[in-house]
């Protein structure tokens, strides 16, 4: 079997995490006689060599380690070439890992690529652009920004703070937005808090705690999810009911299932978050699923 040669993104919050010297030796001790090279770059040469690698005839496993943004960068460079990637989960989120059911240990799913095989996922095109998880518009992009104030110094006080602060954003009518929406045939208005758009469906249930996964990849369909709770009272137990996992046939979010939906506003542009990447869109935006169009490369028990 072909050996692997692992490129990351030393600035990833893993690295930081982990620190570079013990996560170096772990992959090593993981990928032992299976590993090529392994090879920490700043953000510049990252993307030199990604774009190396997707051009490359090499005899190797390319596996990319980084956070979902940095995922999302290979993506757009190994699609134009059709080359599978693996991935090493060393970010916040990790969505994508975990929508592939990856283990999320970076050394663990190192080991666990010594038997592999090629997934060919879904994307989510959003006009010009495409994401592999989630985008997310309105109140998300307010609050991501004061979620990362607070990342550098988390405590007890300052999550209860910034829940509440979530609760009343989203029950708040002044915050809402009139959205104009297009898909199936039909055409509608919906004022919401905040609108989050997946590639593939929410699982209804996961652990208490664990953010929301896909039940799959390649089910070649988007989920929409609107926001829109009546009061403070609907958005506290709706909060909490994401929190514990539960969040199907809540009140204050709505859901539908589609292939392509089409999103306009009165603003001049959409403010939008792609795999947790700020965008700036010209209106109107069109999401569209593009079945089975990404080749990845993942560990067989994936």
Known sequence: MTNFTVLINELSGGVIKYGREKLEADLKQALINKLDSLIFLEPDAFLDELQRYAKSDFDTNIIIGGGDGTI???????????????????????????????????????????????????IVKVNDD??????????????AEEREAIREAETLSKWASFAGRIIDKISDDDEKEIYSIRHDGTEGFVEISAGV????????????????????LEDGQMGIYMINPQGYVEGLRLLASLLAGVWDKQQGLNMLATKKIEINTNKSHMDILLDGEYHKLELPVIFEIEPKSLPLLVPCNA
């Open 72 to 122: 999302l960068t290979a993506a757009k460079i190994f699609k134009k070439h059709q080359k599978p990637f693996g991935i090493l989960p060393l970010g916040t989120m990790n969505s994508v890992a975990r929508n592939l059911g990856m283990n999320l240990d970076p050394a663990q799913a190192a080991s666990d690529y010594k038997k592999s095989k090629v997934k060919t996922i879904d």
């Open 130 to 143: 495409f994401f592999l998880c989630g985008a997310m518009f309105g109140l998300p992009i307010a609050l």
């Open 197 to 216: 758009i997946s590639n593939n469906l929410y699982d209804e249930h996961v652990h208490i705690g664990s953010p929301l996964q896909t039940k799959s």
